[in-house]
């Protein structure tokens, strides 16, 4: 098993697509690393050699900021905004959706299960 950026990724799937466990590389990027460092499309990464592995390994650390690193800066980024008092740093702080999303019906996700309001018991 490849171990790349403190992820084991599995080995019987195409490259491509192994490099997408990775958090921080999509689609693109794991493309553009496959360009780069010379692997053919349809390779598994079971038959990677130890090399090619080092060299995607390398190409990761070298362009890309991944895993631990873009997780802390994307935390950051929440906690500079909420220590601002800006409009979106309330949003992230009170937990309610970011981005001008309708809050009146839907927006559980960020909002959590729905709490029953007690009506009036019929007499």
């Known amino acids: 098993m490849a171990r790349i950026a403190g992820v084991n990724i599995p080995t019987q799937k195409r490259v491509v697509i192994a490099l997408q466990y990775i958090h921080g590389i999509g689609a693109k ?26 060299q995607i390994r390398e190409a990761i650390d070298r362009d890309y900021t991944v895993e631990g690193d873009l997780r802390r800066d994307v935390a950051m980024n929440i906690k500079r905004l909420m220590d601002l ?7 992230h702080r009170k937990k309610l959706p ?4 309708r809050t009146h019906t839907n927006a559980r996700t960020r909002k959590g299960k729905a709490v029953a309001i007690a009506g009036k018991k019929k007499a």
């Open 29 to 54: 990027f794991a493309q553009d690393i496959c360009g780069k460092v010379g692997i053919p499309a349809e390779r598994r990464v079971n038959q990677l050699t130890d090399a090619e592995v080092l």
């Open 85 to 91: 008092g800006c409009y979106r740093g309330i949003r």
């Open 98 to 101: 970011v981005r001008g999303q």
